[in-house]
């Protein structure tokens, strides 16, 4: 995705993620070894949404950030929420180069599991995408950040 | 303001009907909201124009950064560069801001009022 690279810390090795069977069988013939994981979705992330709509001309108008009321003549229709992150594929997997060592940092290119990277009061719950990781011989012990609410850049 | 009434289930056998009534910001007044994803840390124009990316390889926080007298900015030491508080700016200076100095650092709080959360 987009800028993952960029955002990775300098002196961290990037460790990439292949999706689905196919993938990950395609990057263990070029040499890498991967570490395979359940992809499962988690309860904890989770996006709200309300619906309104038009009144006479029918449109749909739907609202993420709570604070936001729709414009003139619509009416709600009901409140809702659902899974951000439906994935294609129910397998993936890091792809560990051989010469990883244990203790060494990494960067998560694209993290496999459900972390919570930012929530708020008013809207959504963010999943957590890339991360920086300590591999601990068998599995990335991953760095979850504080979720911030305060952005800069 | 506007009204709904929302289910509620309060336990097994009933369901609890709730009036309630938004008070909020209206949508397509004479102001506008820029977005901002969180996920991906993208800020836009309220016409959904990409306007800037936020990144800081330095990972610096806005408590770390130096307070100056104008409350619109605080100063990046590591980087020498002056930080933005959005919070300030409407859609239109922002704008302009950008045009004139692409690199610059901008800090966006969710909850502030005059962005939008996508």
């Given at each position: 995705?987009?800028?993952?690279?960029?955002?990775?810390?300098?002196?961290?090795?990037?460790?990439?993620?292949?999706?689905?069977?196919?993938?990950?069988?395609?990057?263990?013939?070029?040499?890498?070894?991967?570490?395979?994981?359940?992809?499962?979705?988690?309860?904890?992330l989770?996006?709200?949404?309300?619906?309104?709509?038009?009144?006479?001309?029918?449109?749909?108008?739907?609202?993420?950030?709570?604070?936001?009321?729709?414009?003139?003549?619509?009416?709600?229709?009901?409140?809702?929420?659902?899974?951000?992150n439906?994935?294609?594929?129910?397998?993936?997997?890091?792809?560990?180069?051989?010469?990883?060592?244990?203790?060494?940092?990494?960067?998560?290119?694209?993290?496999?599991?459900d972390?919570?990277a930012?929530?708020?009061?008013?809207?959504?719950?963010y999943r957590l995408e890339?991360?920086?990781?300590?591999?601990?011989?068998?599995?990335?012990?991953?760095?979850?950040?504080?979720?911030?609410?305060?952005?800069?850049? | 303001?506007?009204?709904?009434?929302?289910?509620?289930?309060?336990?097994?056998?009933?369901?609890?009907?709730?009036?309630?009534?938004?008070?909020?910001?209206?949508?397509?007044?004479?102001?506008?909201?820029?977005?901002?994803?969180?996920?991906?840390?993208?800020?836009?124009?309220?016409?959904?124009?990409?306007?800037?990316?936020?990144?800081?390889?330095?990972?610096?926080?806005?408590?770390?950064?130096?307070?100056?007298?104008?409350?619109?900015?605080?100063?990046?030491?590591?980087?020498?560069?002056?930080?933005?508080?959005?919070?300030?700016?409407?859609?239109?200076?922002?704008?302009?801001?950008?045009?004139?100095?692409?690199?610059?650092?901008?800090?966006?709080?969710?909850?502030?009022?005059?962005?939008?959360?996508?």
């Amino acid at each position: 995705m987009f800028g993952h690279q960029q955002n990775a810390p300098e002196g961290l090795r990037i460790i990439k993620t292949a999706r689905g069977q196919v993938a990950i069988n395609e990057a263990a013939e070029e040499g890498w070894f991967p570490l395979v994981k359940k992809v499962e979705p988690s309860p904890e992330l989770r996006n709200k949404y309300i619906c309104f709509q038009h009144l006479k001309r029918g449109q749909v108008e739907l609202i993420h950030d709570f604070r936001d009321m729709p414009p003139a003549d619509y009416q709600l229709l009901f409140y809702g929420e659902y899974y951000p992150n439906p994935q294609e594929h129910y397998i993936a997997a890091y792809l560990l180069p051989k010469n990883l060592k244990k203790g060494e940092g990494v960067w998560l290119e694209e993290v496999i599991g459900d972390i919570v990277a930012t929530s708020w009061n008013q809207g959504n719950t963010y999943r957590l995408e890339s991360a920086a990781a300590v591999w601990n011989g068998r599995d990335f012990d991953i760095e979850a950040p504080e979720e911030p609410t305060i952005f800069i850049g | 303001m506007v009204e709904g009434i929302l289910p509620v289930k309060l336990d097994k056998s009933r369901h609890y009907f709730v009036l309630f009534l938004f008070f909020g910001r209206h949508r397509n007044q004479d102001f506008s909201f820029m977005q901002f994803n969180p996920q991906t840390k993208s800020l836009y124009t309220s016409e959904g124009k990409l306007l800037k990316k936020l990144h800081c390889p330095l990972r610096k926080e806005w408590e770390d950064l130096k307070v100056l007298p104008e409350r619109q900015s605080r100063l990046c030491e590591a980087c020498c560069n002056k930080v933005v508080d959005t919070a300030f700016y409407s859609e239109e200076a922002l704008v302009v801001l950008l045009r004139e100095k692409p690199e610059t650092c901008l800090k966006i709080e969710l909850g502030q009022e005059n962005i939008q959360i996508l």
